[in-house]
């Protein structure tokens, strides 16, 4: 007779993606005085993209960040598919994003005095 701890563990879905998430500023936000806002380049995880980008907005308003714009670059996969060159360390926190199904902010850049835009980005509403 076999036990249910001899069953092998199904693979699990999720994915890491790669978020790029433009933040403006809020009371107690924790950027750097003077920054108009900032950008954070993040390693999610999620079954899809829609759920890795839910999960790390969600995540930021509780970190009282005010996120405004998320572009995403896909899985490890889909950006070697398109050339990108991914850094061992990379690698390591996309890799532990996937083993701890969390958010990794891999990358704080703040923004000063409209560094955010040039005007040419700006999605149309």
């Known amino acids: 007779m076999s036990t249910s701890n001899s069953t092998p563990k199904k693979k699990s879905r999720q994915q890491v993606f790669t978020l790029l998430v433009q933040v403006g500023r809020k009371e107690d ?18 079954v899809d993209e829609a759920e890795a980008v839910r999960e790390t907005v969600a995540i930021l308003k509780q970190a009282d960040l005010n996120p405004l714009d998320v572009t995403g670059y896909g899985t490890i996969e889909e950006r070697e598919a398109q050339g990108h060159d991914i850094a061992a360390d990379e690698r390591e926190l996309m890799a532990r994003a996937l083993d701890e199904n969390s958010v990794v902010v891999a990358q704080l850049t703040p923004f000063y005095h409209g560094e955010e835009s040039d005007g040419e980005d700006e999605p149309q509403h």
Do not use: E
């Not at 936000?29 to 999620?46: E, H, R």
């Open 29 to 46: 936000d924790g950027l750097p005085k003077g920054a108009t806002g900032g950008a954070l380049m993040i390693y999610a995880s999620g």
